[in-house]
């Protein structure tokens, strides 16, 4: 079977219609409310919802995450899937560990030595970029430009870019992460949710 | 020329995040004169002022602001493309940090004379902390009247929303950026003259301007002291005026944004940052990944301007992502992992974009795992030629000229590679670059 052909049997299939559970807590649909005031028509907040429902399905964008902005926003689930599908931030292949390392390998981080953090990671934890621990903690990511150059290395954790990055920087940063019960990926979410709205609240 | 610092005069007062504080240093001087003017005057203001976009296209700003209808018939909208996504570039981050309110009172001031009703200020999803600070200081605004409903008792309302992006290069374009805006996939949508411009047409079909973070930014300075005078800055160019901010990066011994005018020489930009770490210059990117790469004996004279870097050089200022490399950089490994940024971010839309970058980033592949073969280096400048002009956004374009910029450039370094199935860079510093399935390319 051809790569792509396999890269479809994958895909997660959609949850029945009579199936669905509404998940938003009631600050999520009071956060839902206050956006659709952002924009003339109910397709424009897709984006914003995602986020949302990253957040609210603990960082991952599972086919009921996805059923449920797709109901709430009266757009059909294909729709929605082919928009969460097509950014890199939304978690819709798998579910990420409880921290994402996103590792910039783009040209300023390469040329200042981002392969060397990226082969530290992978020996330190385990895995390879892409994967997850087995415990769930920490996945690693392989990221186009992050727009930090002038702190290459750089990777990003939840809402915080970290760098210039050394070996050792990484090892104290592990470190803290692994000490840390809170999802850094659902914090990112929540930080991007908070920024739409006025004075950080519904 | 030394720094000349305007925009980021303030920007590392805490206090210039605040309301309070930016009104201190002078601030909203340039809102309160225009909303004393006709629309008209402000928009000849920024004629005057030879602005020209400051997101990479540098398209004169005054044009897309005269384009909004005169005669208010439909709502209109204004959007900032704070989407900064180039590699190399980190400029509008650290203006959305640090100087908030500049790019909310240009907003104003550009929205006052497009009659517009509300901004979106569409901000990468990684932007977490530009945001915050926007989003502090947008509240701030909206209490004490500098937003919402009556301006400052002009009787012009502006609302100013942020959306935040979530991970795709290709929503700088700015008809991806208006689709993924209204809750699409971030594709781009036909273009003048096949299709109305975003002035006629364009958020929810509705008369919208769409401009750069650092654009808006400007506008503050050109209404307070008139376009004439922000004209005489970078006088000494062809046709770049003002100042612009230099995002500077790579073997630098100080990195971070540069504002310098128009007319300073790359040299001198280099020195700002430190100069080169490491060893000596080799070459240097001066506008972003997008744009093609100079040799060191360029950079030499290389005064920064549109004009300037086109005409002699066949590069461009871009977006002011400037990455300067020492002698350990191997140029074809920088050009195959800058492929291998554009194979990943092509929106998938049209074919020559979506086939022609995979292919490139095949053959660089190859060459860079020592298989190269004879005939690559003809190959790849084909299928630049095949992008190039062919894409249905620039996105496309973008991707093919770092790579044909870098074989016109850096020829032997190619022949080299492909020859040998090794880099011409041999050294230590070389190889602790390298990715690990490719350092066997630089050991002796």
Not at chain 1, 112 to 127: P, T, W
Not at chain 1, 133 to 146: A, K, M, R, W
Request: net charge negative.
């Amino acid at each position: 079977m051809s790569e792509l052909l396999q890269i479809g049997a994958q895909r997660p299939k959609a949850p029945e219609p009579d199936s669905l559970e509404l998940r938003f807590s009631p600050t999520a649909v009071e956060e839902l409310e206050a956006l659709k005031t952002h924009y003339p028509d109910l397709k424009s907040c897709v984006l914003p919802t995602l986020w949302i429902a990253q957040r609210e399905y603990g960082g991952h964008l599972s086919p009921e995450a996805i059923a449920e902005v797709a109901h709430r926003l009266s757009r059909s689930y294909a729709e929605v899937e082919g928009v969460a599908t097509f950014y890199s931030m939304y978690n819709t292949a798998h579910k990420p560990g409880r921290h994402l390392i996103e590792v910039c390998t783009c040209l300023s981080c390469h040329m200042c030595g981002a392969y060397r953090i990226v082969d530290h990671l992978e020996e330190k934890l385990g895995i390879k970029l892409g994967e997850t621990t087995p415990d769930g903690v920490f996945s690693i990511h392989e990221v186009e430009c992050l727009d930090a150059c002038d702190r290459a290395p750089v990777l990003q954790v939840g809402d915080q870019y970290v760098g210039p990055v050394t070996p050792e920087t990484v090892d104290e940063l592990l470190e803290r992460l692994r000490s840390n019960p809170d999802s850094t990926v659902v914090q990112l979410a929540d930080a991007v949710v908070k920024v739409h709205l006025r004075d950080g609240k519904a | 020329m030394p720094e000349t610092k305007l925009l980021f005069e303030h920007a590392h007062d805490p206090q210039f995040r605040t309301l309070d504080g930016y009104l201190a240093k002078g601030g909203y001087q340039g809102l309160k004169k225009a909303l004393g003017m006709d629309r008209q005057a402000v928009i000849d203001q920024v004629k005057a002022s030879g602005l020209r976009g400051r997101g990479g296209a540098g398209f004169p700003t005054w044009i897309k602001w005269n384009g909004i209808e005169k005669e208010k018939k439909n709502p209109h909208y204004l959007i900032c493309n704070a989407d900064e996504g180039e590699p190399g570039t980190f400029k509008d981050k650290q203006l959305m940090e640090q100087t908030p309110f500049l790019l909310i009172e240009g907003m104003t001031i550009a929205g006052y004379a497009t009659q517009a009703d509300a901004g979106y200020i569409y901000i990468r999803g990684e932007f977490v902390d530009a945001a915050r600070s926007l989003r502090q200081a947008i509240d701030q605004a909206y209490v004490q009247g500098y937003l919402g409903k009556n301006i400052l008792g002009s009787g012009y309302d502006l609302d100013l929303y942020i959306h935040m992006g979530a991970g795709s290069y290709e929503c700088g374009e700015e008809s991806a950026l208006m689709s993924s805006l209204m809750g699409e996939r971030g594709m781009p949508r036909l273009k003048f003259p096949h299709a109305p411009l975003p002035t006629v047409a364009g958020l929810w079909d509705k008369p919208t301007v769409i401009n750069n973070v650092e654009t808006y930014a400007c506008a503050p300075f050109i209404l307070d002291r008139g376009g004439e005078w922000y004209a005489t800055l970078g006088a000494s160019t062809k046709n770049s005026r003002g100042t612009k901010l230099f995002s500077v990066s790579g073997h630098v011994n100080k990195p971070g944004n540069y504002e310098i005018e128009f007319g300073t020489t790359l040299v001198e930009l280099l020195d700002m940052a430190g100069g080169i770490k490491g060893g000596k210059l080799k070459a240097c990117i001066p506008g972003g990944s997008s744009v093609p790469i100079m040799t060191a004996e360029q950079v030499e004279k290389a005064v920064i301007g549109y004009e300037e870097l086109w005409d002699d050089y066949k590069t461009m200022v871009g977006s002011g992502g400037c990455m300067f490399f020492n002698e350990h950089t191997c140029i074809v490994s920088l050009i195959w992992r800058t492929a291998q940024f554009y194979a990943m971010e092509s929106c998938g839309k049209c074919t020559p974009c979506r086939e022609g970058t995979k292919w490139m980033l095949q053959i660089l592949d190859r060459i860079v795992r020592g298989h190269g073969q004879k005939g690559d280096m003809d190959l790849l400048l084909d299928v630049t030629k095949q992008i190039d002009g062919r894409s249905f956004c620039g996105l496309g374009d973008a991707a093919a000229w770092p790579v044909a910029g870098a074989i016109r450039a850096f020829p032997e370094e190619f022949e080299h590679f492909i020859e040998h199935g090794r880099s011409m860079v041999q050294s230590e510093e070389a190889k602790a670059m390298a990715p690990r399935w490719a350092q066997p390319a630089f050991s002796h």
